[in-house]
């Protein structure tokens, strides 16, 4: 379970535009996401989501799936039932997108924290846009067994076809509704969607 732990932390540590990463440190579950402690984490220029520019409300939208399956399949990983075919099913997933996923995060890391974004990690955008640290507030009603049972078969869906949705290609699932902008995590099997995320001004 170690080594399936490190392979998440890896994955994620992988996509990160800089050196101070903590992907040889063995996280347990969701904490794959959260390496960086309070007292490192970096003072972002921006807060929360980028209502009045699409392209880059855009990633943060793609950010929160990546961000949200990331969490998901780190707590499947520790249910023996669900941990093998998770694992393997984000495996093939990661591979695909991963390219995209480290675009995203480039991105990102220059909008949220300007000079400073070859520093940023991971947990440090989750924290910009408010994103949280464990799965089980967004699954409601639902349990973690049946979401977890669900997963392998939600994965290679067009939702998470982070690549061509950044592309905005015609075959992919839009990322964005019109009307309103739905959590990051909804997209999630067994997941609930939250109201829409509003845009905050530069932390002062």
Avoid at 64 to 87: E, F, I, M, N, W
Avoid at 113 to 126: H, I, K, T, Y
Wanted: with cysteine; glycine share 6%; aromatic share 6%.
């Amino acid at each position: 379970m170690i080594f399936v732990q490190r392979f998440l932390a890896c994955a994620l540590c992988a996509l990160l535009p800089g050196a101070a990463q903590a992907a040889d440190a063995p996280l347990d579950g969701a904490a794959a996401t959260t390496a960086a402690s309070p007292a490192e984490a970096l003072k972002s220029e921006r807060k929360g989501y980028a209502i009045d520019q699409p392209r880059i409300l855009l990633r943060q939208r793609l950010f929160g799936r990546a961000h949200g399956l990331t969490l998901l399949t780190a707590a499947c990983l520790d249910l023996p039932a669900y941990s093998k075919s998770v694992q393997d099913a984000y495996a093939t997933w990661h591979a695909q997108q991963g390219g995209t996923i480290a675009t995203i995060v480039q991105d990102l890391a220059d909008y949220y924290f300007g000079r400073r974004a070859n520093e940023a990690q991971w947990s440090d955008l989750s924290r910009a846009m408010n994103l949280p640290d464990t799965i089980q507030p967004a699954l409601g009603e639902v349990t973690l067994h049946a979401a977890c049972a669900s997963l392998p078969e939600a994965i290679p869906r067009q939702r998470y076809a982070l690549d061509k949705l950044l592309a905005g290609a015609a075959d992919a699932e839009p990322a964005l509704n019109d009307a309103a902008v739905a959590s990051p995590l909804s997209g999630i099997p067994g997941t609930q969607s939250a109201p829409a995320p509003t845009s905050q001004k530069p932390a002062e």
